[in-house]
């Protein structure tokens, strides 16, 4: 069975970091390109970072830039978001998504299997 599994949200004050993980299996993460999304509370879910499993590419919407990371570990088949600087306006519902071919990175259509979601939530 093909499964994405995430993990490692919950609730941190403004300005603290959380690391969430998704990894697969009955797949090989090498040959899928990622995506993270979140949606707020009355929302649209947002494309949050990107990393391209032909050249590697990474891409962060603005709003996360300097403060996000996206990385990959090929061996454990297991992508990581590194979350710093963490603000309010981050809280929401954290998606992990994989794909084989995917031509928009922020179009849902184009992934194959996505986590379950994982809450953040920034509050003092």
């Known amino acids: 069975q093909k499964q994405f599994v995430e993990s490692g949200g919950g609730l941190v004050q403004p300005g603290g970091s959380l690391r969430l993980s998704c990894t697969a299996s009955?797949?090989?993460?090498?040959?899928?390109?990622v995506g993270w999304f979140r949606q707020a509370p009355g929302k649209e879910r947002e494309g949050v970072s990107f990393?391209?499993?032909?050249?590697?590419?990474?891409y962060y919407t603005d709003s996360v830039k300097g403060r996000f990371t996206i990385s990959r570990d090929i061996n454990k088949n297991t992508v990581y978001l590194q979350m710093d600087s963490l603000k309010p306006e981050d809280t929401g519902l954290y998606y992990c998504?994989?794909?084989?071919?995917?031509?928009?990175?922020?179009?849902?259509?184009?992934?194959?299997?996505w986590g379950q979601g994982t809450q953040v939530t920034v509050s003092s």
């Open positions: 990393v391209s499993s032909s050249d590697g590419f990474i």
């Open positions: 009955g797949f090989a993460l090498l040959y899928y390109s």
């Open positions: 998504a994989a794909g084989e071919y995917v031509s928009n990175r922020w179009d849902s259509n184009d992934y194959d299997y």
